[in-house]
C-alpha cells in the first residue's frame, strides 16, 4: 500500500518542499532528523556542505521513512547537529601550537555561559562561528489508542541520544576568526568573542535574553571607544 503514494508525498528540506521521489534520486544516502530544532540548526550548513536533509519532525514522517527505505532498499541515516560538527575538518594543533591558546582563551570566555570552543575548517568560509546547542531527547507524545493510522503505520518510541554540551565552533577558513588568533589586546579579544558568540544565537534563532544583549551592546560599545 504504501508503495502507491510514498513517491508523491512532500517532505520538508533543507533545500525547500520535495517529494520522496525527488529525494530517492538525489543521492544514494537519505538524510532526516526527527527534531525541529536540530533541524533548524543543521539547514543551512547542510546545504553548503552538499546534503539533503529532511525535517522529520511531523507526526508519522520517521515512521513512513524507516518503512520506505526498507520498501526501496534506501541507506536512510539520522543526522544530527554533532553529526555536521564531526564532519568538519580538525585542525592540526602539532603544525599550528597558537591554535592551542586560542581555543583556551575562548573556553575560559565562554564557559560562564555552559559552552565550549572548538576549533574547525568548514563551509561556508563567510561563516566565522556556529552555536551547536545540546541536544534534546524527543519525547514521544504520540497517542497511539484507536488511531488507525497509528496502528496502520506501526508503534515508534524515539531512542534517546546522549546529551552533548553547548559548542561554539570557531570556523579557521574564515579571515576574522584566523586574525583573532594574532589579537593581543583582551580587552578587544574578550568584545569580539562576545559579540561573535551573541550573534551565532541570533543567527541560530535561539533566544537571547536582556543580560545576553547587555553583553552584546556592552561588547560593541568597547570596541567603538578604544
Request: net charge positive.
Amino acid at each position: 500500500m504504501l508503495s502507491l503514494f510514498i513517491a508523491t508525498l512532500p517532505f520538508e528540506t533543507n533545500k525547500g518542499t520535495r517529494n520522496f521521489k525527488s529525494i530517492r534520486n538525489s543521492g544514494a544516502t537519505v538524510y532526516y532528523t526527527p527534531v525541529l530544532d536540530d533541524f533548524k540548526q543543521i539547514r543551512r550548513i547542510a546545504s553548503s556542505q552538499g546534503m539533503l536533509v529532511i525535517n522529520a519532525a511531523y507526526t508519522f514522517d520517521e515512521t513512513l521513512l524507516k518503512k520506505a527505505a526498507k520498501l526501496f532498499d534506501l541507506d536512510l541515516e539520522k543526522i544530527t547537529p554533532s553529526y555536521i560538527l564531526s564532519s568538519f575538518k580538525d585542525v592540526s594543533y602539532a603544525d599550528h601550537p597558537e591554535y592551542t591558546e586560542f581555543e583556551d582563551l575562548c573556553n575560559r570566555l565562554l564557559k560562564p555561559m555552559g559552552c565550549v570552543c572548538q576549533l574547525k575548517f568548514f563551509t561556508p568560509e563567510a561563516t566565522p562561528v556556529i552555536y551547536v546547542a545540546s541536544e534534546k531527547t524527543q519525547a514521544d507524545t504520540g497517542k497511539k489508542g484507536n488511531n488507525p493510522l497509528s496502528a496502520a503505520l506501526g508503534a515508534f518510541t524515539p531512542k534517546k541520544v546522549q546529551k552533548t554540551i553547548p559548542t561554539l565552533c570557531m570556523n579557521m577558513n574564515n579571515e576574522l576568526v584566523r586574525t583573532m588568533v594574532g589579537i593581543k589586546n583582551s580587552t578587544v579579544f574578550e568584545s569580539i568573542v562576545y559579540i561573535l558568540y551573541i550573534q551565532s544565537l541570533l543567527l541560530g534563532k535561539y533566544p537571547v535574553n536582556d543580560e545576553g544583549m547587555h553583553l552584546f551592546n556592552t561588547s560593541l560599545y568597547r570596541l567603538i571607544t578604544l
